[in-house]
């Protein structure tokens, strides 16, 4: 019965979508005969004035919030895109990130995808290349010298078989961000340790400060933080080994990292009734001052900058356990990326804006002060455009990366993830063994593998 | 019966439209799911014919959905047990209150709330103390504070607290339906009772009870499958957490066929769902039968 109602979604969004598809299709028959980049300036504008027809291009993207910076610059980059070329018209769908990734799959399944839409990368965008619905954008990427704008490696987590497939707006890593002042207040150091860690904990929790906050109801916040346990006690590439066979979930070191999330958890770490905090709400409990310490990446930053903790608040890296690891190996997030749909009725049209989009995105970024930890390299003294300190901690910090892992579900296939999120936020509410959990994690990956 | 001498065309032709759309928006789709829920697929690309390997791992090897079953089957219960509850409230309203519809109206009021609104605000209202939680807080003040629970938190009695949630948001909907159908008993059959010495409880026993028995079927129909399908509620308030503790029958469908991105086994469940709601809505319309040939 709820079922139905999907199904009524579904079929809704594709007619959408057609209608949409039919719009386009009536206003523009002149595809292939729109100028061809290379092509000299003055036929291209001679051809621009003689067959510019109206070509539609949506847009879906995450940036729904209006006083988010990305927001605003998206804003301003489509109108003035608008302006110069008249004849196309850039239409935006704006959705929230789970909101966004539901109407993808939903599209998809009728392979109605939009001009333009968003993916994350490595296993998450799979699917998806595999069933060929995005178009390859070597051909783009080498257009205006786009490709050189984006940071090394970085384009390989969006890249099959020598094929780009989507661009991404940012490349964080996971910091522990700390309120300078409850520290103070409850005269505790920054832990280089995890054991110290675990007794800033205590001393914390004794004067009666939330240690760390958490927003577990949406489980990958502590899969990201269990995760950078786990780089910590067996150094990067764990999953990869357990994909290639070479490792199993039932590796003593997945069990040490298991062990020192529990005595987190154990020791009180984290807000009561952790689990029934989403994302926002645990954020804001860091961000209104009533926690000492949060776990993220760091596009958490320009929240935390516009917040009332604004000035107070430090970073630092996730200390070593049990004297194993290199705090310099960061929990990686390549971003979100644009990706172009393979049926595009305007591809070229489609490209070409990407292309733009993309060429002026870093300066824009930096203009709105939303440059930190995009994925392009970024000109300009951040420090003189009055970028905050601990803006400038974080970009410190990200000189000082070498190397990391990604999160568990852009590495494995969704099945196991699945498993993982759920039995990570069990270790909140239940002491389990550590055995068991990488019994349970073993089991979901060898019924999952294919 | 010479009255109704309509060809047969023409009924065909009036009634062929809404048969289409009917089909078309709820057997076709069915059928359609029923047919997936035989594929591996992972909803995006190519998909793989199984047969029943999906409902053979539903059934047997899947820990979670067993368990996800029996809490949507409690969740109809509870659902059912509060309609009595509603009816005395409806009898007790009619009888004893001069202007009853304001009281109604207010009863049925969380119902027009939206199920996101009503979350958030149990959400807050279960919170721990130290969140400022309100139920603690007042748990604590009166003195029970061995009470104090981490409602939505705790895998033991998370649950629960969705249970009282949704019970609390549809009590004035029942109480709505039951109030209107009591109001339709013709005044004269009770004093006509009266008259024979029936009064009070006694008339509600052998007049009120028989004869709203339909309006307390749609009750009890709407009750059960609303329960089945109960999706939102749990999804805004604990997203089947903590690990899996109140997971129910359609977020489970929900998270495999859109997280796990298995959607031939998501649409595997979804045929179990419905098949459950057909048979279901049939044993409930037996028993009505029977109880509506009893009493009249």
Redesign the interface.
């Known amino acids: ?4 109602s999907k ?2 979604s579904l ?1 809704l969004t594709a007619s959408l979508a057609l209608s949409l598809a039919a719009c386009g299709n009536s206003a523009t028959n002149n595809k292939g005969d729109t100028a061809s980049p290379d092509s000299g300036k003055t036929t291209e504008k001679v051809e621009e004035k003689v067959v510019a027809k109206d070509v539609k291009i949506t847009f879906q993207n995450i940036y729904p919030d209006t006083t988010d910076p990305k927001n605003q610059l998206m804003k301003k980059l489509v109108t003035q895109y608008q302006t110069e070329h008249p004849n196309i018209k850039i239409e935006l769908d704006s959705l929230n990130t789970d909101q966004q ?2 109407k993808l ?1 939903t599209q ?2 009728s392979k109605e995808v939009p001009d333009i839409t968003i993916v994350n990368p490595s296993a998450q965008m799979k ?2 290349v ?2 060929g ?1 995005f178009a390859p954008l070597n051909d783009m990427l080498d257009q205006n010298g786009l490709k050189a704008t984006f940071q090394e490696g970085l384009l390989d987590w969006y890249s099959f078989d020598n094929n780009t497939y989507a661009l991404p707006d940012g490349n964080n890593i996971a910091v522990v961000y700390y309120n300078k002042e409850l520290f103070e207040k409850a005269g505790v150091q920054v832990p280089t340790t995890f054991e110290d860690m675990l007794k800033v904990v205590g001393t914390l929790k004794e004067k009666g400060i ?1 240690p760390i906050a958490i927003g ?4 990958w916040t502590g899969s990201f933080l269990f995760m950078n346990m786990l780089l910590r006690t067996n150094g990067p590439g764990f999953l990869k080994d357990v994909i290639d066979n070479k490792k199993t979930f039932e590796d003593p070191a997945f069990k040490e990292a298991v062990d020192a999330f529990k005595s987190l958890v154990a020791a009180g770490a984290f ?6 905090f989403d994302y926002n709400a645990g954020e804001n409990l860091f961000k209104t001052g009533k926690s000492a310490m949060y776990f993220m990446g760091t596009w958490a930053t320009g929240g935390i900058e516009a917040s009332s903790v604004n000035g107070k608040v430090g970073v630092f890296k996730f200390p070593t356990i049990g004297g194993k690891g290199d705090p310099n190996e960061f929990m990686l997030a390549p971003g979100s990326g644009f990706a172009i749909s393979a049926n595009s009725e305007h591809l070229q049209e489609t490209k070409d804006f990407l292309n733009w989009f993309m060429l002026n995105f870093p300066k824009e970024a930096f203009t709105a002060k939303g440059a930190v930890g995009i994925g392009q390299i970024v000109d300009g003294d951040f420090k003189a455009a009055g970028y905050s300190d601990m803006a400038m901690e974080v970009l410190g910090l990200f000189k000082e990366v070498k190397g990391g892992d990604l999160a568990f579900d852009n590495t494995m296939n ?2 196991t ?2 498993v993982h999120l ?2 990570i ?2 270790l ?3 002491k389990k063994d550590s055995a068991e959990v990488g019994k349970e994690h073993q089991t979901a990956y060898e ?1 999952n593998k294919k | 019966m010479n009255v109704l001498k309509v060809s047969r065309l023409t009924i065909t032709a009036f009634v062929l439209p809404s048969l289409a759309i009917y089909f078309g ?2 057997f076709v ?2 059928l ?2 029923l047919y997936s829920g035989l594929l591996d697929w ?5 998909s793989t014919f199984v047969g029943l390997d999906n409902f053979k791992n539903l059934f047997f ?1 899947d820990v979670i959905f067993w368990p996800s079953v029996r809490r949507t089957f409690m969740f109809a219960v509870f659902s059912m047990a509060e309609i009595p509850i509603a009816l005395f409230i409806a009898i007790l309203l009619r009888r004893y209150i001069r202007k009853p519809n304001f009281l109604v109206s207010s009863y049925f009021l969380p119902v027009i709330l939206s199920v996101v609104i009503i979350g958030q605000l149990w ?1 807050t209202i ?3 103390a ?2 400022g ?1 309100m139920l603690n807080q007042i748990l604590t003040t009166i003195g029970l504070e061995s009470w104090t629970k ?1 409602w ?4 033991a009695v998370a649950m629960y607290s969705l249970y009282f949630v949704a019970l609390w948001q549809y009590l004035g909907y029942h109480t709505l339906i039951q109030f209107t159908g009591i109001s339709n008993v013709p005044t004269e059959i009770y004093e006509a009772a009266r008259i024979d010495g029936a009064e009070g409880f006694k008339a509600d026993r052998y007049i009120t009870l028989p004869m709203i028995i339909p309006i307390f079927k749609i009750s009890i129909v709407l009750a059960f ?1 609303g329960s ?2 109960a ?1 939102d509620m749990v999804m805004v ?3 089947g ?5 109140t997971e129910v029958i ?1 977020t489970h ?1 929900y ?1 495999m066929s ?6 031939g086994y998501g649409s595997s469940i ?1 045929s179990f ?2 098949v459950v ?1 057909l048979i279901a809505t049939i044993i409930i319309n037996y028993i009505f039968n029977k109880l509506e040939k009893r009493f009249s």
Request: aromatic content about 6%.
């Open positions: 019965m709820a079922r139905k199904i009524l079929a990734k539901l799959k998809a399944a699917p998806f595999e069933a619905l939330t577990e109801k949406d489980s807000q009561e009734g952790a689990t029934s969704p099945g993830a699945q759920n039995s936020q069990n909140f509410v239940q019924a | 928006i709820v789709p069915i359609v799911s992972n909803g995006i690309g190519e090897n959400i279960y919170n721990p130290s969140m939680g981490s939505l938190t705790d895998p499958i089945l399908q999706f308030m604990t997203a957490g903590p690990a899996n503790a359609s469908m998270k859109f997280s796990s991105m298995k959607y979804a769902l419905v709601c």
